[in-house]
């Protein structure tokens, strides 16, 4: 079992930064891919940015490519996920979710997660 705890959320001016934060409990985060998340007011879950467990492979959303930049210190049991250049479209919460894997994979399904934290709200004014 995983606990996952996330931090960071705010409002922010478009243009804005922000740094999320997940806190992992439980079993040994090392052995886990990491995942983030949102979901905005009426829409379903969406897939932002994924992690190895080693941290060497990560993937994107095309809509935060470029701006957003997912990381790992698997010596704080953390996962992070910079948020640069932050638009009004990026309004939502924003999940980490964690799956055993000891491979070089990342996951990008929603449905492949099996650990989610509560959330975290970030909200960019425009």
């Known amino acids: 079992q995983v606990q996952l705890v996330e931090s960071g959320g705010g409002l922010v001016q478009a243009g804005g930064s922000l740094r999320l934060s997940c806190a992992a409990s439980?079993?040994?985060?090392?052995?886990?891919?990491m995942g983030w998340f949102r979901q905005a007011p009426g829409k379903e879950r969406e897939f932002v940015a994924a992690?190895?467990?080693?941290?060497?492979?990560?993937y994107y959303a095309d809509s935060v490519k470029g701006r957003f930049a997912i990381s790992r210190d698997n010596g704080k049991n953390t996962v992070y996920l910079q948020m640069n250049s932050l638009k009004p479209e990026d309004t939502a919460v924003y999940y980490c979710?964690?799956?055993?894997?000891?491979?070089?994979?990342?996951?990008?399904?929603?449905?492949?997660?099996?650990?989610w934290g509560q959330g975290t709200q970030v909200t960019v004014s425009s």
């Open positions: 979710a964690a799956v055993s894997s000891s491979g070089t994979y990342y996951y990008t399904k929603r449905a492949e997660y099996h650990y």
């Open positions: 439980g079993r040994t985060f090392s052995s886990y891919a």
């Open positions: 992690i190895s467990w080693r941290g060497g492979r990560t």
